[in-house]
């Protein structure tokens, strides 16, 4: 028993040194890491590409796609014409900062570029691993239940930013918005950064982009 308290200890422990090295070099080249988490299929890959769509312009972006197998993912970003490296996990349910530092070393983004980082679709583990990253988002989508604040606190608790998708089905589901909401503010009080959206409809997305659009903005104009 004690043993495996330690081996996991250790592997955190590991984990937060290379942590610290991706946050030194993205100090150094003024990157902004966002580590988008969130269950399977519940957005994650529709966020980053409205993402691209709304800034590509405006800012360098690259996007580092984490999945168990394929390169779905990253195949459907590429077309956006932005830098994209997939990491297939071979299995394992979350990812890693070793394989986030190898990912930038093979990706080498320039100075200045906002990098998305599409985690493993798992509302656990992903939450305990430090990936260097300046902020996190989750994907939660109104179709996985009104609930999930309730069932995955850790998760909600350690995002900065949450995104309701799918909100264009949330009547079929019978999606209670007031329970969601409650569960969500026992969580994160007045530090609740809520965002509802559809990225069918786009219902929602001028207000994710005015935020995203002024955090950019006050992060690479001043220092
Ligand atoms: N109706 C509706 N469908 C959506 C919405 N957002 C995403 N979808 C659909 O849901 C499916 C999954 O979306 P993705 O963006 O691929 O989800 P993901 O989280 O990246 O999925 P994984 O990478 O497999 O974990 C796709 O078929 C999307 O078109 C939404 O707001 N409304
Ligand atoms: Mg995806
Ligand atoms: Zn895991």
């Known amino acids: 028993m004690e043993m495996k308290i330690k081996v996991i200890k250790d592997i955190l422990q590991?984990?937060?040194?290379?942590?610290?090295?991706?946050?030194?070099?993205?100090?150094?080249n003024r990157w902004f890491l966002i580590n988008v988490m969130g269950s399977?299929?519940?957005?994650?890959?529709?966020?980053?590409?409205?993402?691209i769509n709304a800034f590509k312009d405006k800012f360098n972006i690259a996007v580092i796609e984490g999945d168990v197998a394929s390169t779905i993912d990253a195949e459907e970003i590429s077309k956006l014409g932005v830098k994209v490296l997939q990491i297939n996990t071979g299995g394992a349910c979350h990812l890693v900062a070793d394989s986030i530092n190898e990912a930038i070393l093979n990706l080498n983004p320039g100075k200045n570029t906002i990098i998305f980082i599409e985690n493993i679709g798992n509302l656990i583990c992903p939450s305990s691993f430090d990936l260097g990253e300046n902020m996190r988002v989750v994907i939660s989508s109104a179709a996985e239940g009104d609930d999930k604040p309730y069932k995955y606190p850790i998760m909600f608790e350690s995002?900065?930013?949450?995104?309701?998708?799918?909100?264009?089905?949330?009547?079929?589901?019978?999606?209670?918005?007031?329970?969601?909401?409650k569960g969500l503010?026992?969580?994160?009080?007045?530090?609740?950064?809520?965002?509802?959206?559809?990225?069918?409809?786009?219902?929602?997305?001028n207000e994710l982009e005015d935020y995203f659009s002024k955090l950019f903005s006050s992060y690479f104009n001043h220092k």
């Open 14 to 28: 590991k984990n937060e040194f290379s942590a610290d090295s991706i946050r030194e070099l993205a100090k150094e």
């Open 159 to 181: 995002s900065d930013v949450v995104v309701l998708s799918k909100i264009d089905v949330a009547e079929v589901i019978g999606f209670d918005m007031e329970r969601y909401i």
């Open 185 to 205: 503010k026992a969580i994160k009080g007045d530090n609740l950064n809520l965002f509802k959206v559809s990225f069918k409809t786009s219902e929602g997305l």
């Open 40 to 51: 399977p299929g519940a957005g994650k890959t529709s966020f980053i590409r409205t993402m």
